[in-house]
């Protein structure tokens, strides 16, 4: 044994949590880009913030599950999962508000 967690049929989870943690260290650099295009287009796109803060909801609702399951996690997973449940909100509302905000007289009429 090198160090690797067992299940409990003595099953090594090394391999398995190791292509785990890389598949979703993928998958967070990925929404991280979105994010970063989202907010280098001008006007910001309502639909794409919209989207992405669903998302980040989608994960702080997965983490409260776990914490109904399983009991609560290290103090900093709670951080996270404040975060992820009172920061889309905030981004719902100000795409709203994007969508809402007045056009500039020089600004050509669009969809």
Do not use: K
């Not at 994010?35 to 910001?44: E, F, G, H, I, N």
């Not at 794409?48 to 399951?69: D, E, M, P």
């Amino acid at each position: 044994m090198r160090g690797e967690e067992l299940r409990g049929d003595g099953e090594e989870l090394g391999a398995t949590v190791d292509s785990l943690g890389r598949f979703f260290g993928a998958i967070l650099a990925g929404y991280g880009l979105g994010w970063l295009w989202a907010a280098r287009q001008s006007p910001v796109p309502a639909a794409a913030v919209r989207w992405l803060a669903g998302v980040l909801l989608l994960g702080g609702f997965g983490r409260l599950v776990s914490l109904a399951v399983d009991g609560w996690p290290h103090w900093f997973q709670v951080v996270l999962t404040v975060i992820e449940l009172v920061l889309p909100p905030v981004f719902f509302r100000l795409a709203g508000a994007q969508g809402q905000a007045p056009r500039p007289a020089d600004a050509p009429a669009g969809p």
